[in-house]
């Protein structure tokens, strides 16, 4: 049972303000390839409210949840496979807004988005076997030194990942019957599933 009515206002102020740092954050990382540790702050203090209005108390336990499963995703990919730490921060705190299974069916979702981009990406460049040459090297797992992941390396990776995560977390929210109630459409949904 909710702590609050599904269609409240605070859960939905929350919602909005979670998706729109979100969105600043995709956008950021499209821009100049960092995310803000402000978004990334705003995003898991949203995630928690909603969390809190949707489920009260045990609601901050799955945001405590879910940021730790969005770090124990990430956090490899970071350390073997040239992921940023901003996107390491971002699937986090998105994890505290989503709780620990819709994190992971999010983080599934970026990697097939981002996946079929970088083939369309890597399809389309003239540098092909220079790109698959880098990403063979990804593949044996070597761990970066903490010098080596800032420094300025020809293998590091081009593509900004946070609008990957957005659109992950928005087709959780499309396809979730949870997000659906706060919106008031599961009725809908319903009708519509009856009438087709």
Known sequence: MPHVPPAHPAIALSLCLTLAALTAAARSDCCSRRIPDGLNVVIFLGGCAFQFCFAGPDGLVTSVLGTGMGLALSLPLYLFAGLGG???KL????GAFLGPIHTVT?????????GAVAVLAVGASPNRMLTLRRWAALLRFAPRSPASAHAA??????????PALTLGVLAVILQSADFARIFAIRELLDLIRCTA
Do not use: F, I, T
């Open 153 to 162: 390396d020809p293998g590091k990776r081009r593509m900004p990942m946070a």
């Open 106 to 114: 999010a983080a599934v979702w970026a990697a097939l988005m981002a």
């Open 91 to 94: 699937l986090a705190a998105a």
């Open 86 to 88: 901003g996107d390491v």
